[in-house]
């Protein structure tokens, strides 16, 4: 409950800005599992987690991480600071993930 509650700090509400490359495509590889909770504006950062696996990982957090589906090309790098929002999607009581399975709605790539 307390990583919910510090998760709700990092996200902030929307700001638009041009000077961000922002992203809406990434496919609907969890469009079937059921929303769990909605995440918007949210501060973080892409990850590695294997050969084939992407992640962002939430400002303030060394412990979670949300998957992407379909991450394009020019985004996959180490530690690329972002502003997300999207969808955390359940995990069934048996299944283990790398990456909580994440529907990714938008991001923005930000310097910091």
Known sequence: MI????QNNTCQKKKSSANKDSYTDFGTCYNDRETTKTLENCKGKIIKVSEEVWAIQPEGSE????GICQL???LKKENLNVIFSGEIKKIAPNERFAASPFNLKELKVVEK
């Open 72 to 74: 394009p090309e020019e």
């Open 63 to 66: 412990t979670m991480r949300y």
């Open 3 to 6: 990583l919910l509650a510090f």
